[in-house]
């Protein structure tokens, strides 16, 4: 009896695994097999693959500024995680080893930024884009998403700053370090695993952010590919091409769950600390 | 840092604030002239006694969505919270392959918004899609549904969608909360042979409270900013448009500068009045 009822339990659990883990990844698998039909098999419901056929990946790729798009994301997301990991490191020091007054306030300031709605600094930013002439200019992206990659790797990066022992300074500074060395010779090696899982984080919001992209860019060539595959569309309003558009959707997500895949453990760890959101 | 944050942070923010109080067009940001309160509520008198209340509080376009948008951050941060439980439960649990289906868990979460909008839009299709087709194969709709297109229906394909996707989230903020719970408190309710159920409510519930509301937090405040997904899933829908939609909308679209930041700043003060609010009830929870 006891034995039926332990198996009928374990029996349950992993029924309930197996519902999550369908109900997560069943999206994409069958994003996947859209954007592998073409013609009139698109629009015959089906569960298993029945074509394979690669003509959306050679549409998407082969035409218009797709490929250009892929690229600009890469661009933005790249250029938007350095400067933000190059900022965060040094603000980080600053907050975790230098005391000063209002320390604490100034922390509470920089995550509460990360709060903000962006539609709230949508119109500031616009006029600032134009008055800089970066209206339409990746550059515009890069300097507008440090509002929300800014704010938690200060945040993550300083947690963990504070936790590593001050005595491995101390020894660094009896043997003449300057503090410029300690940050380069002491602080990034040990910090390697930390600047990893924000990198990776901000990179993945970087690559997936729309309405500034939406906002701030507004020619084939400059676009990013969230707005770019948000914007592609048919002959006529009313044919969708949804095997391009799945195709494209699986091209700029497959990246991401590979690395989510091979970093799943750093990005928990990462999330939890700085409540961040994709 | 501090100076590029308040580069673009506060100085964006300072503007939107003024130009709600301006008649700034999209054409004409630098001649912008003050007009005080009357983005927000004026009355027009049309000279013969009669007249009539204008602008953003009296605007029946903007209180529905108002409505719609904490309609919508109530319910997917109420479910996102239980299904988030139920995950970080099964991900708590010691099984074999739990790495992997951590990572599975995670996909969600990773794909682009504006994907996971498109792709549920596909499967949300009335005619082609696959929900219909298995709704109607397991005999769960009598009928196909035009999710997406029909007023009914439309808010909700925008908050299953946002509820795949953030669910993940909410599950590894509660995850990392119970991992806090120390082993032996398991052990002893186990030996005391207390019910599972009651460990649950008794113990586990209270001690991961905290990891709870911070999530909470989190997602209500991001709820509440939604636009990728409306925008993608329902464009152009009045029984979806959130507060971000409608500023959007009014900033970019309708050529209406002065009356989105409006738009804009009045979301910027729910969102910190809700906050406020917050932080208030959580301390008075603490003192207790």
């Known amino acids: 009896m006891r034995r039926a009822v332990g198996l009928a339990k374990r029996i349950g659990f992993w029924a309930l695994v197996a519902l999550i883990l369908f109900v997560s990844l069943f999206p994409f698998y069958y994003a996947i097999l859209t954007s592998l039909e073409t013609g009139t098999a698109i629009f015959e419901p089906n569960y298993f693959p029945e074509v394979f056929d690669l003509r959306n990946y050679a549409q998407v790729l082969g035409q218009g500024s797709f490929p250009r798009n892929v690229l600009n994301s890469i661009l933005v997301a790249t250029a938007t995680v350095a400067i933000s990991l190059f900022l965060g490191v040094t603000a980080a020091f600053a907050l975790a080893r230098i005391p000063f007054r209002g320390r604490k306030l100034l922390l509470l300031t920089v995550l509460s930024v990360s709060m903000f709605p962006q539609i709230a600094v949508l119109a500031g930013l616009f006029e600032m884009m134009r008055f800089l002439g970066l209206y339409n200019t990746l550059g515009s992206l890069i300097l507008s998403y440090l509002i929300f990659t800014l704010p938690f790797t200060v945040w993550v990066l300083t947690t963990f700053m504070r936790d590593l022992p001050i005595e491995i300074e101390e020894a660094a500074i009896v043997d003449g370090a300057g503090p410029w060395d300690i940050v380069r010779r002491v602080f990034l090696p040990l910090m390697g695993p930390a600047l990893a899982a924000t ?8 690559w997936n952010e729309f309405l500034f992209a939406l906002t701030f860019v507004a020619s084939n060539e400059t676009r990013t590919v969230p707005v770019a595959i948000a914007l592609i569309s048919g002959a006529s309003s009313q044919e969708t091409p949804w095997g391009p558009i799945m195709a494209a959707s699986v091209i700029v997500t497959a990246p991401l769950i590979v690395l989510v895949m091979i970093f799943q453990r750093r990005i928990a760890a990462g999330l939890t600390t700085g409540g961040v959101k994709g | 840092m501090l100076a590029a944050l308040a580069f673009v942070a506060g100085w964006p923010l300072a503007r939107t604030i003024w130009f709600g109080f301006t008649d700034a067009s999209l054409g004409s940001l630098a001649d912008a002239e003050w007009v005080g309160f009357a983005n927000y509520l004026e009355w027009f008198d049309y000279g013969d006694g009669e007249g009539e209340w204008f602008g953003l509080l009296a605007d029946a376009a903007w209180w529905e969505a108002v409505r719609n948008t904490l309609f919508f951050a109530l319910v997917t941060v109420s479910i996102e919270t239980a299904l988030g439980m139920v995950v970080a439960l099964v991900l708590n649990a010691r099984f074999p392959l739990r790495g992997l289906v951590r990572a599975g868990v995670l996909v969600p979460w990773a794909i682009p918004t504006i994907v996971s909008a498109k792709m549920w839009a596909w499967m949300l299709n009335d005619q ?25 229906t439309a808010l909700i394909a925008v908050m299953i969608v946002d509820i795949w996707k953030t669910t993940p989230f909410m599950a590894l903020l509660i995850l990392a909360g119970l991992q806090m719970i120390p082993e032996d408190i398991y052990e002893a309710a186990r030996i005391d042979g207390v019910n599972p159920l009651l460990v649950f409510w008794k113990v586990t519930l209270p001690l991961v409270a905290p990891a709870i509301l911070v999530a909470i937090v989190f997602r209500a405040l991001d709820a509440l900013r939604v636009f990728d997904i409306v925008y993608v899933l329902t464009p152009n829908n009045a029984s979806t448009t959130t507060m971000s939609v409608f500023a959007q909308q009014n900033l970019f679209q309708f050529d209406q500068f002065a009356y989105g930041s409006a738009a804009s700043t009045a979301l910027f003060l729910v969102i910190g009045l809700v906050t406020l609010g917050y932080l208030r009830l959580a301390r008075l929870d603490l003192g207790n």
């Open chain 2, 128 to 152: 082609f899609g696959i929900i219909n087709d298995l709704g109607v194969r397991l005999g769960l709709l009598a009928a196909p549904v035009a999710w997406v297109a029909s007023a009914d």
């Open chain 1, 199 to 206: 990198g990776l984080l901000a990179f993945i919001q970087a």
